[in-house]
């Protein structure tokens, strides 16, 4: 959590593996002591009372394949106000990957830290899809503890100069993933099997 600034902009990319994933991240930023703003994707903000609490909160809504820029403009602004924005470059938690890897990331994360100047900070999670994922939505499982580890600040000021450039974003945003990669293998690594279990 010392990662994690104690004022001041940053960008918090993660793995995202389950739906308890935002939870777990929230959790995160906030034992830091600061307060986390989402992109969310817009389904989320259909229903009446999820929309009026997480608008409430400020998060962002993300109208994904539709190449709507007001998220990333939303994002700007708030880390122009010092705040902390929370992203998931994979965009879903469904994943082809039987080990839980990080897939593919697009580019939004990177894209924001390049236009800003602010950092990313990695932060990987590991053990949500012991508790709930997508494909399992009657296997709701407690007593699983979720682990979250923050890497190194990511500082993309060198190449600010080049924030249009799309071949560099998705350079730049293939070293994140691999950075969350990383990360995720040590948790993967050092989480008890009895918790891994179906």
């Known amino acids: 959590m010392e990662r994690i600034p104690k004022d001041g902009p940053i960008i ?5 593996l389950s739906y308890v ?24 903000f259909e ?33 122009q106000a ?4 929370v992203i998931y ?12 890897s990080p897939a593919r990331g697009k580019t939004g994360a990177v894209r924001l830290a390049l236009s800003t100047g602010v950092p990313v900070l990695p932060v990987a999670t590991w053990g949500g899809q012991y508790v709930w994922r997508r494909s399992d939505r009657g296997s709701l499982k407690f007593a ?16 600010r100069d080049r924030a249009g450039d799309a071949k ?13 990669g990383a990360l995720v293998d040590d948790l993967r690594a050092r ?6 279990r179906g």
């Open 47 to 79: 229903n009446w009372f999820t929309r009026m609490v997480l608008l409430g909160a400020k998060q962002i809504p993300v109208r994904r394949g539709t190449g709507d820029q007001r998220p990333l403009e939303e994002a700007t602004q708030a880390l």
């Open 89 to 100: 470059p994979e965009g879903t938690s469904v994943t082809d990957h039987p080990d839980f």
């Open 21 to 44: 994933d935002p939870f777990a991240h929230a959790y995160f930023v906030v034992k830091a002591g600061r307060r986390p703003r989402f992109l969310g994707k817009q389904e989320l």
């Open 168 to 180: 560099l974003a998705r350079e730049l945003t293939d070293r994140l993933m691999s950075e969350l």
């Open 12 to 16: 918090v990319a993660g793995n995202h």
């Open 191 to 196: 989480y008890p099997k009895r918790w891994a």
């Open 82 to 85: 010092g705040e902390v924005v």
């Open 144 to 159: 699983r503890p979720i682990w979250l580890k923050a890497g190194e600040p990511i500082d993309l000021c060198a190449y």
